[in-house]
């Protein structure tokens, strides 16, 4: 039946219906919805039009707090796995791994939205409103960086209690499935982060500049350096050692 041709609600019984399904949660909001997920505050993050000293600052503001939120995640997450593989439980330790991979491909992904503003229009009206705000400063990211260290002690724990070596986890794969998995998580994850850097260092020299001095006097090229930098080096260097033993073994 068409809407048009619908019987109308009495008035009665919408009352009634707007009475049943009124906000129950308690906080701010003309919904449930918008009290659970608090968005009267959540909203009012954002400098409002009339405070803003140019129009990208919407743009740069809503890209970094919702890095900031999926970076939250990210290491809740990966603390919560470290804390699994400390209890040797692999098979949960692995579904919070692919959260925090996403989560690093997403707050990467973003950052495409930085690139849509104009040099210019960065340097002359963004830039000058952010204080010494700077890109290493990222609460979210240094609490990824923090984080990964101990989930990669919890992993070559869990190894050696096995009596297993790196090339022992990647060479006996059949039977050693559930750590082969894991060490390709590990290293996944290093890569996403990897990726991250070299995403931002890109969106940074489009923007102001590779020669460029940043806001708390830091060379742009110092992000090259952390580039190489890699949180599972083990995890890198076994693929030389495999390449080498099957060179050796097919000899």
């Known amino acids: 039946m068409s809407a048009q041709y619908a019987p109308a609600v009495p008035r009665k019984e919408q009352t009634g219906l707007e009475d049943e399904l009124k906000p129950i949660l308690p ?4 919904s449930d919805y918008e ?13 409002p039009a009339e405070e ?18 999926w970076l939250k995640l990210a290491w809740n997450e990966i603390k919560t796995a470290t804390g699994h593989l400390q209890a040797g439980e ?18 990467t992904n973003q950052l495409d939205m930085l690139e849509l503003m104009s040099p210019w229009e960065y340097t002359s009206g963004v830039r000058p409103v952010l204080g010494h705000g700077s890109g ?4 979210g990211w240094n609490a990824v960086r923090r984080a990964l260290p101990d ?11 096995r009596g297993l070596s ?23 994850l290093d890569e996403r982060a990897t990726v991250w850097r070299i995403r931002h260092l890109k969106v940074v020299e489009r923007i102001i500049g590779g020669e460029a001095i940043g806001t708390q006097g830091t060379p742009v090229e110092l ?21 080498e033993l099957a060179k050796l073994e097919s000899g």
């Open 151 to 161: 989930l990669g002690a919890a992993f070559h724990e869990l190894r050696r209690s």
């Open 35 to 47: 009290r659970y997920l608090r968005t009267d505050e959540l909203l009012a993050l954002q400098k």
């Open 52 to 69: 803003r000293a140019h129009h990208d600052e919407l743009l740069f503001q809503v890209v970094h707090q919702s890095s900031e939120l």
């Open 136 to 139: 290493f400063d990222p609460p």
């Open 166 to 188: 790196l090339v022992d986890v990647y060479r006996r794969r059949g039977e050693l499935d559930d750590l082969y998995e894991l060490a390709e998580a590990l290293t996944e």
């Open 90 to 107: 692999i098979a949960p330790a692995l579904r919070l791994l692919r959260r925090s991979v996403l989560c690093l491909k997403l707050s």
């Open 27 to 30: 906080g701010a909001g003309a």
């Open 223 to 243: 992000l090259v350096g952390l580039i190489r930098r890699k949180f599972f080096p083990e995890l890198w260097s076994v693929r030389n050692e495999l390449t």
